[in-house]
């Protein structure tokens, strides 16, 4: 079983890019129901979905739909111009 690369970093005007396996993913750095920071969130790599460390809330890294939790709003996603979130 080969090793999953994952780079999480914060970037200017509260975005967060999430790196897994050359894709990336431009997120909002707070999430949508209690604002936890992102940044220290977990990311599933095999279903490519992000945690927030507060409150459990879980959302799809491409879509931002939330999948899991007590959050229901979606996670505001930076979309390219073929309106894919990967960048």
């Known amino acids: 079983m080969s090793q999953t690369d994952l780079v999480i970093e914060a970037l200017p005007g509260e975005w967060v890019r999430v790196r897994v396996d050359g ?5 909002a750095a707070a999430c949508p129901h209690r604002k936890g920071r992102l940044i220290h969130g977990y990311v599933n790599v095999r279903k490519l979905q992000i945690t927030c460390p507060l409150h459990g809330s879980t959302f799809d890294l491409a879509t ?3 999948v899991a939790g007590p959050g229901t709003d979606p996670l505001p996603v930076r979309q390219r111009q073929d309106g894919r979130s990967e960048l």
């Open 23 to 27: 894709r990336e993913y431009v997120i």
């Open 64 to 66: 931002g739909c939330p």
